[in-house]
């Protein structure tokens, strides 16, 4: 009987830590120009980093909004905020710069390991190339 309990115990154990593991892993949709969540999960915390070392932009997921499982990068964010690293509020003139790379890092899930990509913009801004465009 004992055994039978804890059996049982290690069991519900098992399922509810695979059950509350989520990963961090993005992708970038270039048609939609969105990074996109590969577990479906809403984006809470984002980090942009800029290959010229000026432009990092950190999207924080406004208190008490609902965040998406996708974010547009050409389209006003209402539910996030965007700091550039000087804490400024950007979220309203937000534009990736032309001839630029990005690294873009997902930090929604703490417990789990960053996920990343790397972008690159043609000389309007838009992005041309990402090194992840789908969950593999």
């Not at 290690?10 to 990074?35: A, H, R, W």
């Not at 010229?52 to 547009?72: D, E, M, Q, R």
């Amino acid at each position: 009987m004992k055994i039978k309990f804890i059996n049982y115990g290690i069991c519900i154990i098992c399922c509810l830590m695979l059950v509350s593991c989520f990963d961090n892993e993005i992708y970038f949709d270039l048609t939609n120009q969105t990074i996109c969540s590969c577990n479906k999960q809403r984006i809470i915390n984002l980090y942009i980093d800029g290959s010229n070392s000026t432009n990092f932009y950190h999207w924080i997921l406004k208190p008490n909004k609902k965040g998406a499982s996708s974010v547009s990068i050409r389209t006003e964010n209402s539910n996030y905020v965007i700091e550039n690293m000087w804490n400024e509020d950007v979220s309203k003139k937000f534009r990736l710069q032309p001839n630029t790379e990005y690294e873009i890092r997902n930090n929604t899930f703490g417990d789990a390991a960053g996920g990343k990509l790397t972008i690159k913009t043609n000389n309007k801004g838009v992005v041309i190339y990402a090194d992840k465009t789908s969950c593999q």
